[in-house]
Nanobody, 122 residues
Framework: QVQLVESGGGLVQAGGSLRLSCAAS????????MGWYRQAPGKQRELVAVVTSGGHTNTPDSVKGRFTISRDNAKNMVYLQMNNLKAEDTAVYYC????????????????WGQGTQVTVSS
């Protein structure tokens, strides 16, 4: 019913920048929180950044000051600007969205993108 497609990953040197994009499409009445998560080999998936429909954001200390999340509600898109990248940022990055697919005021379901690889060389 809903597809999330990420783009913008790749290989970058430490200290460099990347911008990830995620487009949501399908049967969408409303999107609440949108976020980015990442999973490195052998580690659990962790939250990178989240933004509410009203634009409030939250990021963990590990990326605070380096990563910025934003969204375009009209286009159903969310972005992640990543600056001053470090080797430990290497992971597959996943887009997540809480989407109401039945009515404008209905309950939401969490959807995930397929992931995009970010590799930071030191």
């Amino acid at each position: 019913q809903v597809q999330l497609v990420e783009s913008g990953g790749g290989l970058v040197q430490a200290g460099g920048s990347l911008r990830l994009s995620c487009a949501a499409s399908g049967r969408i009445f409303r999107i609440d929180d949108m976020g980015w998560y990442r999973q490195a080999p052998g580690k659990q998936r962790e939250l990178v950044a989240v933004v509410t429909s009203g634009g409030h954001t939250n990021t963990p200390d590990s990326v605070k000051g380096r990563f910025t999340i934003s969204r375009d509600n009209a286009k159903n898109m969310v972005y992640l600007q990543m600056n001053n990248l470090k080797a430990e940022d290497t992971a597959v990055y996943y887009c997540n969205a809480a989407v109401a697919t039945r009515t404008l005021t209905g309950r939401t379901t969490n959807y995930w993108g397929q992931g995009t690889q970010v590799t930071v060389s030191s």
